[in-house]
C-alpha cells in the first residue's frame, strides 16, 4: 500500500469552488485555499491550458506497443469488468502520460489523449507521476470545466528492478463525496501491483535478448552481423574488418534513435564507407531493444584493410571530439599550442597526429630539462614537439619565452603534465599560450570511449586467432575504474591480458588485475598515493598481475603489497 498524495480541498468542495471561480475571474481570493491547488491552477494558467476546454476534435493515433502496455493490458481486461458499467473509467498511461489504454465511461469525463499538465492542468495522474506515490484530485481541485464534477485517483507504475516510472494507473469516477481515500483507490493500488508483477515476471536480460539475435544472425556462418543497442555492441570478425569507426558510430546513433523514436530504422553510411547495411530491430515484449546490422561489401570489391588510427586516438565521446577538434583547429594556423592534461592522456599521441608526416624535431625535457642550446639553434620554420615542459629548467623556458617573443608564429606543440606549482618562467609561459592551450579529459571523464579504445589498443590477433573480447561485467569494471594512469594504463591491462591470458572466450571480470577488478577507490588518493599505485599497477601488468614478483621488483613484501592495494581500495 503507498502513501496517498492528496490535500486538504477535498474536505472542503463548495468554498473551492467559490475560490476557483474567482480565480478565473481574476479576483482576490478567499482565505483557506490550499497552497498546492493554488499553485496547480497558476501553472495551467502560465502553460496557456483553457478552463473552458472541450473534448479534442481528432483522437490522435496511440504511442505503439510498448512493453509496459503489453504487461498491463491482460491485468487491466480482467479488472474493468469489476468497474461496471458507466460508473467509472480506467486510463493507463505511460511515463509521458500519454494514454495507453481506457476503458469504461462516466457522465463528465470526455475520451482524452493525453493527461500531461501542461494539455489539461491539474489532475492525478499527473500529480502521481511527479509525487511518485497515490495522489488523488477532486472537483474543483482540476483546472477544466469538464472535470469539475470529477474524482480521480491515480497510482504510479514502477519498473520492477530501476524503480523508474514507466507510467500511471489511474480510475476516475462521478464526484465522491466525505473524506479519502476515493472508494476505488485500493483498487487502482491492487492493479498498479498486479502490472509491476507482470512487468517483473516478464522481464529478461536485455543483454541476453541481443546476443541470441546476435547468434541467430550469424548461423555459425563468417557473417559481417553488428548487434547494438546504444551501450553494448556485439561485432563478428568479418564486421570488425569491414567496418570502420565511423561507420559503428552511424549504427551507435541508428540503434539509439530506434530504440527512443518510432521511426524506421535506416543507417546511412558515409560515402567510402565500402560497405552497405541491412538493418533489422531487436523486440522485447514489443519494445525495441536494439538493432542487427548485416554488413555487405559493395560492388566495387572487398576492401582492404581499413587503416588504424594511433590506439591512444580513438574515442567518440563528446569531451574528447572537442578537445581533438579544438587542438586541430588551432594546429592549421602557424602558432605555438599547448596540450595539457594528466599524464597518459594522450597529449604526445595527439601531437604526432597534428604535426602530420615528414621531418619533426622532438626534444624530451624529461630526458634533460637544460635544452637552453637545443631551443636556441631551432629554425622556427621547421615543426617541433617539446614534451614535458613542467621539466624543463628555468633557463630553458626563458630562452623558449624569448624565441616565443621574436617567433609568434612557431610551429610549435608543446605537452604540459600539471603538477607542482610552476616557477614564474613557466607561468609566463603557459599565460602566454593560454589562448591557445586544450585540455585533454582524462579517462574518467570519457569512460565511454573505453570499449573503442579497447579494440584499438589490443594487438591484432595470430592469423586463424580470434579477436580480444569482452564479457559485459568486465567491461563495467573497466568502465568504473578511476585509471589515473588513463589510456596509458588502459593500455598496460590491454597488452598484459593479451600476452599472458591462456584461455579462451571473452575476457571475465575475474581475469583483470585486482585494482581494476575491484572498482574505484573509496576515497580520493594524495599525489604521492597516486603515483605509488601508479607504479604498483605498472609492477603487476609488467609481470602478468603476479604479485610475489611485482612485490620482488619493488622491494617489499607481498603482505606490504596486498595490504597497500586494500588500502588504495578504501
Same mark, same amino acid.
Given at each position: 500500500m503507498t502513501t496517498t498524495e492528496t490535500s486538504r480541498a477535498v474536505h472542503a468542495l463548495p468554498p473551492l469552488r467559490v475560490a476557483r471561480e474567482r480565480f478565473l475571474a481574476g479576483r482576490p481570493l478567499p482565505d483557506g485555499v490550499p497552497e498546492e491547488v493554488l499553485a496547480a491552477w497558476r501553472r495551467a494558467r502560465f502553460f496557456g491550458v483553457p478552463h473552458d476546454l472541450k473534448e479534442p476534435a481528432a483522437d490522435p493515433p496511440r504511442p505503439v506497443e510498448s512493453a509496459l502496455l503489453g504487461a498491463a493490458r491482460p491485468v487491466l481486461e480482467r479488472i474493468a469488468p469489476a468497474l461496471g458499467a458507466g460508473n467509472s473509467v480506467l486510463l493507463l498511461t505511460d511515463a509521458r502520460l500519454r494514454v495507453l489504454w481506457t476503458s469504461g465511461s462516466t457522465p463528465g469525463l470526455a475520451p482524452c489523449p493525453g493527461l500531461s499538465e501542461q494539455e489539461v492542468g491539474h489532475n492525478s495522474?499527473?500529480?502521481?507521476?511527479?509525487?511518485?506515490r497515490r495522489a488523488e484530485v477532486h472537483g474543483p481541485e482540476h483546472f477544466l470545466d469538464v472535470w469539475q464534477d470529477v474524482s480521480?485517483?491515480?497510482?504510479?507504475?514502477?519498473?520492477?528492478?530501476?524503480?523508474?516510472?514507466?507510467?500511471?494507473?489511474?480510475?476516475?469516477?462521478?464526484?465522491?463525496?466525505?473524506?479519502?481515500?476515493?472508494?476505488? @483507490? #485500493?483498487?487502482?493500488?491492487? $492493479?498498479? =501491483?498486479?502490472? %509491476?508483477?507482470?512487468?517483473? +515476471?516478464?522481464?529478461?536480460?536485455?543483454?541476453?535478448?541481443?546476443?541470441?539475435?546476435?547468434?541467430?544472425?550469424?548461423?555459425?556462418?563468417?557473417?559481417?552481423?553488428?548487434?547494438?543497442?546504444?551501450?553494448?555492441?556485439?561485432?563478428?570478425?568479418?564486421?570488425?574488418?569491414?567496418?570502420?569507426?565511423?561507420?559503428?558510430?552511424?549504427?551507435?546513433?541508428?540503434?539509439? @534513435? #530506434?530504440?527512443?523514436?518510432? $521511426?524506421? =530504422?535506416?543507417? %546511412?553510411?558515409?560515402?567510402? +564507407?565500402?560497405?552497405?547495411?541491412?538493418?533489422?530491430?531487436?523486440?522485447?515484449?514489443?519494445?525495441?531493444?536494439?538493432?542487427?546490422?548485416?554488413?555487405?561489401?559493395?560492388?566495387?570489391?572487398?576492401?582492404?584493410?581499413?587503416?588504424?588510427?594511433?590506439?591512444?586516438?580513438?574515442?567518440s565521446s563528446l569531451p574528447w571530439r572537442y578537445a581533438v577538434e579544438r587542438a586541430a583547429e588551432?594546429?592549421?594556423?602557424?602558432?605555438?599550442?599547448?596540450?595539457?592534461g594528466e599524464r597518459g592522456t594522450g597529449k604526445t599521441a595527439l601531437a604526432r597526429e597534428l604535426l602530420g608526416p615528414g621531418d619533426l624535431g622532438l626534444v624530451d625535457a624529461a630526458e634533460d630539462g637544460g635544452l637552453e642550446r637545443d631551443l636556441a639553434q631551432w629554425t622556427a620554420g621547421s615543426p617541433l614537439l617539446l614534451r614535458h615542459a613542467e621539466r624543463l629548467t628555468q633557463p630553458a623556458v626563458a630562452t623558449l619565452n624569448s624565441l616565443l617573443d621574436t617567433h609568434p608564429d612557431a610551429r610549435l606543440l608543446i605537452t604540459h603534465t600539471p603538477g607542482t606549482p610552476p616557477g614564474p618562467c613557466l607561468q609566463r609561459l603557459l599565460d602566454k599560450l593560454a589562448a591557445r592551450t586544450v585540455v585533454l579529459p582524462p579517462l574518467r571523464e570519457r569512460t565511454e570511449d573505453i570499449r573503442e579504445l579497447l579494440a584499438a589498443l589490443a594487438?591484432?590477433?595470430?592469423?586463424?586467432?580470434?579477436?580480444?573480447?569482452?564479457?559485459?561485467?568486465?567491461?563495467r569494471a573497466l568502465e568504473q575504474h578511476p585509471w589515473p594512469g588513463n589510456v596509458t594504463e588502459l593500455a598496460h591491462v590491454v597488452q598484459a591480458l593479451a600476452e599472458h591470458r591462456r584461455v579462451s572466450g571473452p575476457v571475465r571480470r575475474g581475469e583483470l588485475p585486482d585494482t581494476v577488478r575491484a572498482g574505484a577507490a573509496a576515497r580520493p588518493l594524495s599525489p604521492m598515493e597516486h603515483a605509488e599505485r601508479a607504479a604498483i599497477l605498472e609492477t603487476l601488468h609488467r609481470h602478468g598481475g603476479n604479485k610475489s614478483r611485482a612485490a620482488a621488483a619493488l622491494g617489499i613484501g607481498r603482505a606490504t603489497l596486498y595490504r597497500k592495494l586494500r588500502e588504495y581500495e578504501g
Open positions: 495522474a499527473a500529480l502521481a507521476l511527479r509525487s511518485r480521480a485517483v491515480s497510482v504510479p507504475v514502477l519498473a520492477p528492478k530501476s524503480g523508474q516510472a514507466l507510467g500511471t494507473l489511474t480510475i476516475a469516477s462521478h464526484l465522491c463525496g466525505g473524506r479519502p481515500p476515493h472508494p476505488q @483507490a #485500493a483498487l487502482a493500488e491492487a $492493479a498498479a =501491483a498486479s502490472v %509491476e508483477a507482470a512487468l517483473l +515476471a516478464r522481464a529478461g536480460r536485455p543483454e541476453q535478448v541481443l546476443l541470441d539475435a546476435y547468434l541467430r544472425a550469424t548461423r555459425g556462418e563468417r557473417r559481417a552481423v553488428a548487434v547494438l543497442d546504444g551501450r553494448n555492441r556485439l561485432i563478428s570478425a568479418a564486421a570488425e574488418r569491414l567496418a570502420t569507426p565511423e561507420v559503428l558510430r552511424v549504427l551507435e546513433r541508428t540503434a539509439m @534513435a #530506434a530504440r527512443h523514436t518510432d $521511426a524506421p =530504422a535506416i543507417a %546511412e553510411l558515409p560515402e567510402g +564507407a565500402g560497405c552497405s547495411a541491412r538493418i533489422d530491430l531487436v523486440r522485447q515484449e514489443g519494445a525495441i531493444l536494439g538493432i542487427v546490422a548485416v554488413l555487405e561489401p559493395q560492388d566495387e570489391g572487398t576492401p582492404g584493410p581499413r587503416p588504424r588510427r594511433l590506439p591512444c586516438l580513438a574515442g588551432l594546429a592549421r594556423s602557424p602558432e605555438p599550442v599547448l596540450l595539457t594487438p591484432r590477433p595470430a592469423p586463424g586467432s580470434p579477436p580480444l573480447t569482452w564479457t559485459l561485467d568486465a567491461l
